[in-house]
């Protein structure tokens, strides 16, 4: 008899229990109160027993009703835990492990580190997405990304996160400008100068309260283009000034005419986390990419 039920008129079931209302297990499970009272008396004519009854404060579980819905809540817990183990595998079978990195370390630092891993883990694939470091976190806590890659001045809460790396912003300027012949500014001197965006946080509002009170005026920003390369060819034709990471700009520096300018400002240096949830929430793959990004290849979280 029980083998016929299908795991969505249990739901329906275990949230009329939880809820102890017709109307709000409705609102739960997005259903009309008809559509619901229409399922509860299906399921009742199927199991041949009463499950429910109505008092005066809502509806609860008969005795029946009460160990069907312990075995229910097994049933979906069970099947939720099948859907994440599942949820490892690409299509073809293979580990999957969902990657969520912000644009500068996939630019600089991840290829290698990637190319690695998947060299010594076989049978695993990886799928990389580009995210801003303040939503990667939240993102990994709430299951969308098995292992995060962000920078931040701390570590965020919600998730375990380990120090990956550390880069400094520079900042890229035309060939003959004022500022090309410095070592080292502070960007309060690059004020004058109108500034192609981003900037080390991706909007405006969360750079200047990075900054603080080391700038007095917030900069003129006269583009905004999230891409490395874009930016520095912004530069290279009179658009701007731009901050773009130490390590990225050299690569571009060179082949436009460009200067690198180092920003003196204890901002500049960034620290980059790598995280993922709960041990009970992961699984043992991403668990293995984190120890190898945070743990020097070794694959160990010390």
């Known amino acids: 008899m029980t083998k016929k039920l299908d795991t969505h008129l249990l739901e329906i079931f275990v949230a009329v229990v939880e809820r102890k209302s017709l109307t709000q297990a409705g609102v739960d499970m997005h259903l009309v109160v008809s559509a619901i009272s ?83 883990h076989a049978n ?40 990956y790396r550390q880069d400094r912003v520079g900042l890229v300027v035309p060939a003959g400008h004022p500022l090309a012949t410095r070592r080292q500014v502070l960007f309060e001197e690059a004020l004058d100068f109108p500034l192609v965006g981003a900037f080390p946080r991706h909007t405006l509002d969360r750079f200047l309260e990075l900054a603080g009170n080391s700038l007095s005026r917030p900069p003129t920003v006269v583009l905004s283009v999230s891409n490395f390369e874009a930016r520095c060819h912004m530069v290279r034709h009179g658009v701007g000034i731009a901050m773009v990471p130490e390590d990225i700009a050299l690569r571009y520096t060179g082949g436009l005419g460009l200067a690198l300018v180092q920003i003196a400002d204890a901002w500049a240096r960034r620290q980059f986390y790598a995280c993922m949830r709960e041990p009970e929430a992961g699984d043992s793959h991403a668990a293995n990419l984190l120890g190898h990004l945070c743990g020097g290849g070794s694959g160990r979280l010390d």
């Open 124 to 163: 695993t694939s990886i799928e990389l997405t580009e995210g801003h470091s303040a939503d990667i976190p939240a993102a990994v806590h709430e299951g969308h990304a098995d292992v995060g890659i962000y920078h931040a001045q701390h570590p965020a809460a919600g998730v375990l996160s380990w120090p």
């Open 38 to 120: 229409k399922r509860m008396d299906e399921l009742e004519r199927h199991v041949g027993k009463a499950l429910l009854k109505r008092h005066g404060r809502g509806i609860a579980p008969t005795a029946a009703g009460e160990l069907l819905y312990l075995h229910a809540k097994r049933i979906l817990k069970s099947l939720r835990a099948a859907d994440q183990a599942l949820a490892e595998f690409d299509s073809s079978g293979v580990h999957k492990i969902r990657l969520l990195a912000n644009q500068t370390s996939i630019v600089q630092s991840l290829p290698a580190e990637i190319a690695r891993f998947l060299a010594s």
